[in-house]
C-alpha cells in the first residue's frame, strides 16, 4: 500500500516535472504570473532537486567525496593530488586578458566578478523579490555581564499580498549598550536569535506570580492546597541570580556577544532559516519560494546562501534606521555554512564595513578548483540548495551538454574574497585537531586569500600584514596574527567556532574604525 501510494506520488511528480521542465521559460512566466495564481509546490528535496536537473537538462550527478577517511570513496588528502587546476583564474585580469591596474578599472572588473558568481555559482536576486517592512515588536531592558543593553526584537516582513500562502518573518534581536554616547559598531551574526539575557520581574511581581500560580494549581487541585500551606516560602518561580557566569569558551574568554558589548558594540543576532529553509524542500517557500509565487527556482536564481546574505542586507536597511547603531560601521559574522554567507553579504554588499568568515570552507573562502576535503560535487549534488540551479551543471555525470568541472567555474573564491575589497575581511580557522575538519581546507583558503590580498592595495588599503615570507606552503603558524592591514587572516587553536578570534577581530576593526579598544596589543 505504501509502495503503491509512493509509485503513484512519482508517477504524478514525473509527469509534473515534465511538464515544467519542458520549458524553462514557460516556468519563468509562470513565476511572473498573477498573484492569484499563487499555489506553493510542495515539493521534497529529492523531487525539487529533480525538478532543477531536468530544467538543466541532468540525468545523472557524480557524488561528492565520502568525508570518511577510511571510505572507498574518501575525499582527496594528498596535497600531491590537490590542485588538478591551473587555470585559477585573476581577480585583476579582465575577461579579456586586460591587467586592472587602476581603481577605475576595478569597478569594471569587479562586474564582471559579480556576473560571474550571479550565473554560474550563487545565483542572481530576481528584480521582484518583495519589499521588507521591518518592525521593532519587542523592547527588552538586558545585562550582558555588567553592561546594560537594550535588547529589541525585530521582524522583518517581505511583502506577500501576491502570494499569502507564504508568510516569511525574518526574525533578528538586535542588542546595543546602553550607555553608549553615540552610535555604536555593530556585529550581525547568523544564528538563532533569542533574548540573550531577558529582563525578569521583581521580587514583588515574582511573589504576585507565584501566588496566582498556586491559586491555579489548587483549582486543579484541591488537595495541594496543603501542600503550600505546609512550605509557605516554597516558590514554583524562583529569579535566577543577578550575575550568571558564561559558559566560557575552550580558551578561557566569555561568548561572543559579551566580548563585543564589554567594548561598546552592538550584536544582532539574524536567524537565517527564517529568510530561507536550509534544504531543498524548502526551496518554493521562504523569500525565495515566495518571489517565484511558491514555483521552483530557474537555473540562474539564488539559493539558499544568497537568499541569506539577502537577508542580511535588509537587516541592514533597518539598522540605517537605528540612531543607536552606526550603520557605516557593521559587521557580518557567520560560522560554517554561515560563514560562506558572511562572506557572501559582504562580497555582494559593499554597505559592509567588515566581516568575520569563520571556517567557511568549499563556497566560503576555499578554493572551489581545490582537490581536497569537501568537493564541488559535494555542493552541487547534496547541498545544490544553497547554490544556483546552474551550479549543478560543474558536478553533472550524465547531461545533454559535456561534462563540465570544477575548472569550467568562471571564477573562483580568491575573486569571491575580492569583492569585499578594500573593506576589512578577517579570514578566520580553527585547527582539525579540535575538530575544524580538515574537510573544510585551510590551506586551500589561504591560497585564495594570499591571491585576493594585490586588491587591496590597488585600492589603496593595506592587504595581508606583515606576510613574513607566509606562503600556502609554508602556511602562518597556528595562533599568529596577520592582521595589520584590513585583509587579515588567523588560524586559533581551537575547533569549528569562531570564537577564539573573536577579540582579535575585535581590537583588529577598533584600529580601523578608530575607536579604542579594549582590548590591546593582544597578540
Ligand atoms: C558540512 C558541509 C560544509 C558546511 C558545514 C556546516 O561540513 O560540508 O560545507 O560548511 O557542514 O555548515 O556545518
Not at 342 to 355: C, N
Not at 454 to 460: D, E, I, K, Q, S
Amino acid at each position: 500500500m505504501v509502495i503503491l501510494r509512493r509509485r503513484l506520488h512519482l508517477a504524478v511528480f514525473f509527469s509534473a516535472a515534465f511538464i515544467i521542465a519542458s520549458s524553462a521559460r514557460s516556468l519563468a512566466q509562470a513565476n511572473s504570473a498573477s498573484n492569484s495564481g499563487c499555489k506553493p509546490d510542495t515539493f521534497t528535496t529529492e523531487e525539487d532537486q529533480k525538478n532543477m536537473m531536468q530544467q538543466l537538462g541532468i540525468r545523472s550527478m557524480r557524488p561528492g567525496p565520502s568525508g570518511d577517511e577510511r571510505a572507498p570513496n574518501h575525499a582527496n588528502y594528498d596535497e600531491a593530488k590537490a590542485n588538478p587546476f591551473s587555470n585559477v583564474p585573476d581577480a585583476l585580469t579582465m575577461n579579456n586578458g586586460q591587467k586592472v591596474n587602476t581603481p577605475e578599472m576595478w569597478q569594471k572588473r569587479r562586474a564582471e566578478i559579480v556576473e560571474g558568481f550571479e550565473c554560474c555559482v550563487y545565483g542572481r536576486v530576481p528584480k521582484n523579490v518583495p519589499k521588507v517592512t521591518w518592525s521593532v515588536t519587542t523592547v527588552d531592558h538586558e545585562f550582558i555581564g555588567f553592561t546594560p543593553v537594550v535588547a529589541k526584537e525585530v521582524i522583518g516582513h517581505p511583502d506577500n499580498s501576491g502570494c499569502p500562502d507564504i508568510n516569511v518573518n525574518i526574525r533578528m534581536i538586535v542588542v546595543t549598550p546602553m550607555n553608549a554616547k553615540g552610535p555604536v559598531p555593530l556585529l550581525i551574526m547568523f544564528g538563532p536569535a533569542a533574548f540573550p539575557s531577558p529582563n525578569q520581574p521583581s521580587q514583588e511581581e515574582f511573589g504576585r506570580i507565584n501566588a496566582a500560580m498556586k491559586a491555579l494549581l489548587i483549582q486543579q487541585d484541591p488537595s495541594l492546597k496543603e501542600v503550600f500551606a505546609q512550605h509557605p516560602a516554597y516558590a514554583l518561580q524562583t529569579p535566577r541570580p543577578f550575575f550568571q557566569r558564561p559558559e566560557l569558551n575552550e580558551d578561557g574568554d566569555p561568548p561572543n556577544a559579551w566580548e563585543l558589548v564589554a567594548d561598546g558594540w552592538g550584536f544582532a543576532l539574524l536567524d537565517p532559516t527564517t529568510v530561507q529553509a536550509d534544504n531543498g524542500a524548502g526551496l518554493t517557500r521562504g523569500i525565495i519560494g515566495l518571489t517565484n509565487h511558491g514555483q521552483p527556482r530557474t537555473p540562474e536564481q539564488w539559493g539558499a546562501l544568497r537568499a541569506w546574505a539577502w537577508g542580511a542586507s535588509r537587516a541592514l536597511d533597518y539598522l540605517e534606521t537605528d540612531s543607536a547603531v552606526n550603520a557605516k560601521q557593521v559587521g557580518i559574522d557567520g560560522v560554517s555554512r554561515y560563514g560562506k554567507a558572511a562572506l557572501i553579504t559582504s562580497a555582494f554588499d559593499p554597505r559592509f564595513a567588515a566581516v568575520l568568515v569563520g571556517s567557511s570552507g568549499k563556497g566560503g573562502a576555499t578554493l572551489l578548483r581545490r582537490n581536497w576535503g569537501e568537493a564541488v560535487e559535494s555542493l552541487a549534488g547534496g547541498e545544490y540548495h544553497w547554490m544556483a540551479g546552474n551550479f549543478m551543471k560543474y558536478g553533472a555525470a550524465d547531461a545533454t551538454f559535456p561534462t563540465k568541472n570544477a575548472s569550467d567555474i568562471p571564477v573562483d573564491s580568491n575573486e569571491l574574497i575580492a569583492l569585499t575589497a578594500p573593506r576589512l575581511t578577517f579570514i578566520s580557522y580553527g585547527v582539525p585537531e579540535k575538530g575544524d575538519a580538515k574537510w573544510l581546507d585551510h590551506k586551500g583558503s589561504f591560497m585564495a586569500t594570499v591571491l585576493a590580498n594585490p586588491v587591496w592595495p590597488l585600492l589603496g588599503a593595506k592587504g595581508l600584514v606583515p606576510l613574513n615570507g607566509y606562503t600556502p606552503d609554508n602556511m602562518p603558524p597556528v595562533n599568529t596574527s596577520i592582521l595589520d592591514g584590513q585583509l587579515g587572516w588567523r588560524q586559533h587553536d581551537g575547533g569549528h567556532t569562531d570564537a577564539p578570534n573573536m577579540k582579535y577581530f575585535i581590537e583588529w576593526a577598533d584600529k580601523f574604525f578608530g575607536k579604542p579598544s579594549v582590548y590591546h596589543n593582544i597578540h
